[in-house]
């Protein structure tokens, strides 16, 4: 088992603190917001707010974090003899007060959730 696996479930859920991140976070908030102003939401699992397209690993702005977390995801699937792992699909999600996302499914052997506040 690795070190920062949390067997609380039948599927394995790790926590990782990146706080290195916090420094490009506003990167990641003003690309979300420009796409929001941009493009329509996707409809998927939000009820309300917005959701990005499911493509943001291609952005430019993305690329030191999608290469951070995909070193992550490497390090915590080899316990599983399962990698190595590539990005498939990144999205955004900004929920605003009395918004919020349902049940759903992710696609591919690996799922991930970076959370911000906004306020």
Known sequence: ???NEHPIFPVPIWGYIISGEKYHALDYIELLKRLEAEEPSVKKSNFGGYQTRDNLHKEGVMQE???LITSIAN???KTR???PLEMISMWGNINYKKDSNGS?????ILS???YRDWE
Request: glycine share 10%; net charge negative; no cysteine.
């Open 81 to 83: 003899n399962i990698a």
């Open 112 to 114: 991930g959730v970076l």
């Open 65 to 67: 974090f999608v290469k």
């Open 1 to 3: 088992m690795h070190s």
């Open 104 to 108: 759903h499914t992710h696609e591919g």
């Open 75 to 77: 390090d915590a699937a």
